[in-house]
């Protein structure tokens, strides 16, 4: 099993790339904003709760989505491994996984961090925000209160993986196609050291 955790900020790209490396590493994608989405678009509890809090900006608790990840790592037992994209997101969310991983006899293996200037991910959301429909990049006060509760709440999860060797540092800024290259030679370097 290989397990990789797509890190950064919103508007990193993370959405974006994921998709390109799940087809190529045979990763199941677990998105917890594309689960969240799902839960608003199909009227659930769950999801009119959390998008009270998804429209400011702000995160949904650690708790909802905790609990959708339980699920969905249950629910997918025949993975060849896992690609989180947007989760972990506070250092309660990582400890979980991580306690999660360690009950199925596995762990993260990289944290594969994307670094992009905040001017661009501005300009990227804004930009998305004219055809995407999310209610989160409708203005750039949203988008700012998202970029800033990143660097309150989840920057520091980087270092909980640091602890562990496990963060490598990806310039996120250029052609998508370059940027997925970067990613793929580190992921298929890191493939070969399997670090679980
Ligand atoms: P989530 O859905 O995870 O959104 P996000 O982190 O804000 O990330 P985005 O989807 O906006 O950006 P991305 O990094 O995926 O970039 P993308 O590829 O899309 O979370 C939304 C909300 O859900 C949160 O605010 C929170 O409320 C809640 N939530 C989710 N997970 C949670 C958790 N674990 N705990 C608590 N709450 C949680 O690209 C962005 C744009 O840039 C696109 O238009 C794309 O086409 C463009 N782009 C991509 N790459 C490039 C490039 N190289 N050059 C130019 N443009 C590019």
Redo the contacts with the bound molecule.
Sequence with gaps: MFNLILF???????????EKLISKYHLKHL????L??SEISNKTQLGLE?KR??DK??????A??IGMINDALDNNHDADGFLF??????AV?AEELDRLLSQKKTCIDVMLA?KVSEEELVK??I??GET?GRS??TNEQIIRA?IE??HKKTATVADHYQKENKVVMVK?????DE?FDRLSKEIDRLKKLHNC
């Design positions: 950064g900020p919103p508007g990193s790209g993370k959405g974006t790339q994921s998105s917890t904003g594309d969240l989405r959390a809090y998804m900006g702000s995160l949904v608790p650690d909802v989505v994209d947007g989760f972990p997101r506070t969310q994307l990227r959301l930009k998305r995407s989160d990049d998202r509760e990143y996120g800024e250029g052609g998508v940027i």
